[in-house]
Structures are given as structure tokens and as C-alpha cells.
């Protein structure tokens, strides 16, 4: 007689349903530190470094008259600072155009007063809310296009901070590439919550297909520093063709490639930084999850697997414990240094950010999480006092 024991039965399916998950594990592991090291190799080709600056001295006698359009609501905590690096460049613009989008705050009153000192600045006061179907920071470009007449145009988020080498370094890029250019500053903190920005900042630079892998043409370009011809501007249609997006950054370069105007992505390291939302962690939250998950299904199939394999290694990393305990803990150790690896060329953050990468990557998960809640569901999200709508 055969006596079958149910335990033994139970004990052995479940032994083999390990051995199963082991190597399942070890995959997703392996494919997410070799993506981790093809993301940095290819960032590394990517700084715009001052040192490889080719002298623009004179913008001007070269055939470059430079228009700066800044795009600015409610932002009187920065629009100081900015005017103020912009009037430090050792390649002068030509003008500098601040398109007060309908603010409520001391915004304008701030530009006003550089003006009484500098008359290369502009101040376009936009009274009243975009209209319907835009967006708008995609209205207060244009805006700004429509008051300009360089040849050149650099659209510069409020809250970044140009080095004074940034516009040449911008202009020598754009006379060794051509096309669009556009840079990822380096993320500047003054408080621990900023920190928590990390695992969205190294998705938007590195696994969005923006600086030359999988595809050598990029799906998109960089939000915070555009430059571009006009003639390239006016070819493609501009913010008016891309008027009703929140990804407007996204949409402009993919209009460009379209079009078969090469776009060039670069990280800003020393040459141009900025601090994203310095107004405390709730304006961080809202921020990050008004547009993340329409981001992360904007840059095409092929960019979304492999992001998605390379972020699930991460999560993998601190999810799963029932391993030899050498292993756990060199993987672990082998992930700090991925992250750390991965983080410094793009903010200032602090080795203890490697070492509690587990909390950064959980935080990202929560809001992407809300933002899918909210772009999907309620299909409407609320930003710098404005209700933005999906379709």
C-alpha cells in the first residue's frame, strides 16, 4: 500500500514553486543592474560641460541675437534670482522676455523693478486665464514668442538657476548640433523632503529615453531649458500645435523629430541647476503626480518595458528576504551604489539617499499611484492654482 502524505506533497510544491521564483528573481535583478549601467554610460556623453565650451564671445557678430522667454506664474520667490544670473552671462541675450501668466502674487512688480536698471527685459502681462484647449505654460510661450524678434530662442523655467556660462554653453551646443537643444538642470537642495525627488528624477533622465538609449533619436526634450532656431520654431508650429498638453516638454521634441530637426538632450551638472519646488512637500506631491503616469506611457511600449524591468529590479532588491542572508545583504549593498552611482551627476544628493533608497522608491510608488488616480479616474489634477483637465 502507498500512503501518500498531504505535508510532504504541500512541502514539496512549495520548495518547488521556490526554486522556481529564484531564478525568476535573479533575471529581473541581472537585467536591471545591466540597464542601470547602459543608463549611465550613455548620461555620461551627455553633460554639457563648461570646459568644452568653443568661445561664443559675441553672440551677436557670430549671427545670434539670443530672446530668453521665462514663463512665469506666481513666481516672485524666483523671478529675482533668475533676471539677476541671466544679467551675469558672458554671452549676453539679446532680450529677456517675462510672461507674467495672470499672477496673483508680487511676480510682476519684481520684473518692473529690474527694468528700470536693464532695458533688454520684457514684461508680458497676461490678465486673463488661457484660453480653452490650452495649457498653460503653452500659452505663456507663445505669448512670449509673438513679443520676440531673436533669432534664437532659449524658454527657461522661472525657478532655474543659469550658471554664468550657461547661455554660451547652450549656443556652442547649438552650432556643434543643430536642432533643438534642451538640458535637465541639476537639482539644487536646501531641504531634507526635496530629497524624495530622487527616483522621479532619475526616471525623467534616464529612463525616458532622452539621452541616446534605446533609441539614438530621443522621444522627447527636457522642460526647464529649451533652446531653438525660430526658423526651426515657426517650421514645426510651435506650443500652438501642442497647446492642450501637460507634457508639453515631451510633445515639442517629438514635434522636432518629426519633422526631422534633430533634438539633443544634455544634463546640466555645474553649468545650470535649479530647485523644483522649494515651497514645501506638498507642492513637491502635487507636482510630481499632476503628470507622471501620463509620463510614463508617453515615450512609446519599447521605453516603458524597459523601464518598467529596471525599476521592478529596485523594488525586487528590498521586496523579497527569504533568500541566503550574504546574498541579501550584497544585494543590497549592490544597489546602494547603483543609486548613488546614478544620482550624483544629476542632484545634490547625500550618500545616506543611497543607503535609504528603499524609502525614495516606496514614496515614488505612492504618488504614481494618486497620479494615476487622479489623471485616470477623477481625469482632472490641480496646479499652481489652476484645474487642468485629461481627456
Same mark, same amino acid.
Given at each position: ?287 510630481? @503626480?499632476? *503628470? /507622471?503616469?501620463? #509620463? ?7 521605453? !516603458?518595458? %524597459?523601464?518598467?524591468?529596471? +525599476? =521592478? ?6 521586496? @523579497?528576504? *527569504? /533568500?541566503?542572508? #550574504? ?7 549592490? !544597489?546602494? %551604489?547603483?543609486?548613488?552611482? +546614478? =544620482? ?48
Amino acid at each position: 500500500m502507498i500512503i501518500i502524505n498531504i505535508k510532504d506533497v504541500k512541502k514539496k510544491g512549495e520548495n518547488g514553486l521556490r526554486f522556481l521564483d529564484i531564478p525568476l528573481h535573479l533575471l529581473v535583478i541581472g537585467f536591471s543592474v545591466f540597464i542601470s549601467f547602459i543608463y549611465f554610460f550613455f548620461s555620461k556623453r551627455r553633460y554639457l560641460d563648461a570646459e568644452e565650451i568653443k568661445s561664443v564671445e559675441n553672440s551677436q557678430e557670430n549671427g545670434f541675437s539670443i530672446s530668453v522667454i521665462i514663463p512665469a506664474r506666481n513666481e516672485e520667490s524666483n523671478i529675482g534670482k533668475i533676471l539677476s544670473l541671466l544679467n551675469l552671462q558672458t554671452v549676453k541675450p539679446y532680450e529677456v522676455i517675462v510672461v507674467d501668466d495672470n499672477s496673483i502674487d508680487r511676480t510682476a512688480k519684481i520684473v518692473k523693478a529690474f527694468q528700470n536698471d536693464n532695458e533688454s527685459i520684457k514684461l508680458i502681462s497676461l490678465k486673463e486665464e488661457p484660453p480653452e484647449g490650452w495649457v498653460g505654460k503653452s500659452w505663456a510661450i507663445w505669448n512670449g514668442y509673438k513679443h520676440s524678434s531673436g533669432n534664437i530662442l532659449i524658454f527657461m523655467d522661472a525657478d532655474v538657476e543659469p550658471g554664468e556660462k550657461t547661455l554660451e554653453a547652450l549656443v556652442s551646443n547649438y552650432r556643434r548640433y543643430g536642432g533643438l537643444i534642451s538640458v535637465w538642470p541639476y537639482q539644487r537642495f536646501e531641504k531634507f523632503y526635496e530629497h524624495l525627488n530622487l527616483v522621479f528624477n532619475l526616471v525623467v533622465t534616464y529612463a525616458g529615453n532622452m539621452l541616446g538609449f534605446p533609441s539614438e533619436k530621443p522621444v522627447g526634450a527636457f522642460g526647464p531649458v529649451i533652446l531653438t532656431s525660430r526658423k526651426d520654431y515657426e517650421k514645426t508650429g510651435g506650443h500652438v500645435t501642442i497647446k492642450d498638453s501637460v507634457l508639453e516638454d515631451i510633445k515639442l521634441g517629438k514635434l522636432y523629430v518629426e519633422s526631422g530637426i534633430r533634438v539633443t538632450n544634455l544634463l546640466g551638472k555645474s553649468v545650470v541647476k535649479f530647485r523644483m519646488y522649494p515651497n514645501g512637500f506638498r507642492q513637491l506631491f502635487d507636482g510630481f @503626480s499632476k *503628470n /507622471m503616469s501620463s #509620463g510614463a506611457i508617453s515615450n512609446g511600449l519599447l521605453n !516603458f518595458l %524597459i523601464a518598467l524591468i529596471w +525599476l =521592478s529590479g529596485f523594488y525586487s532588491s528590498f521586496a @523579497s528576504f *527569504n /533568500m541566503p542572508l #550574504g546574498y541579501v545583504v550584497l544585494r543590497y549593498a549592490g !544597489f546602494t %551604489i547603483i543609486v548613488y552611482l +546614478l =544620482s550624483k551627476p544629476i542632484g545634490d544628493y547625500k550618500w545616506y539617499d543611497a543607503i535609504i533608497y528603499p524609502l525614495h522608491f516606496i514614496f515614488f510608488a505612492v504618488v504614481f499611484l494618486y497620479s494615476l488616480y487622479k489623471t485616470t479616474i477623477l481625469k482632472k489634477v490641480t496646479w499652481r492654482g489652476r484645474e487642468i483637465k485629461f481627456k
